[in-house]
Nanobody, 124 residues
Framework: QAQLQESGGGSVQTGGSLRLSCLVA????????MAWFRQPPGKGREWVGI??????SYPQSVRGRFTISKDNAKNTLLLQMNSLKPDDTAVYYC???????????????????WGQGTQVTVSS
């Protein structure tokens, strides 16, 4: 059984919204750092949101448009994406670093657990 499983991707037009979900099989993951990353076509993996407890952070590229949150009752990590742009087109991944004691990292290599990814396509 996959420890992290994303859903909710799809195709939207510029300005549209999508909400991604990541079902977390192991509840202990939510105690550490959890994050959403994306990988645009032909590019490297980049972070779009990190959360630990109730504290979240975002890169400038998505700040004010994306919101990361957790639904602890459903063991789900969420990513609400509004005002989508063609540059947001990518495969989106959820990731977990449950054992981290230092500040959460924005670098994907620090995350040991990954979902399989879900495609988001934004057309102009």
């Amino acid at each position: 059984q996959a420890q992290l499983q994303e859903s909710g991707g799809g195709s939207v037009q510029t300005g549209g919204s999508l909400r991604l979900s990541c079902l977390v099989a192991d509840q202990t993951y939510s105690r550490g750092c959890m994050a959403w990353f994306r990988q645009p076509p032909g590019k490297g993996r980049e972070w779009v949101g990190i959360i630990r407890g109730d504290s979240a952070s975002y890169p400038q590229s998505v700040r004010g448009r994306f919101t990361i949150s957790k639904d602890n009752a459903k063991n789900t990590l969420l990513l609400q994406m509004n005002s989508l742009k063609p540059d947001d087109t990518a495969v989106y991944y959820c990731a977990a670093d449950p054992s981290r004691t230092l500040a959460c990292s924005w670098h994907h290599v620090e995350y040991a657990y990954w979902g399989q990814g879900t495609q988001v396509t934004v057309s102009s």
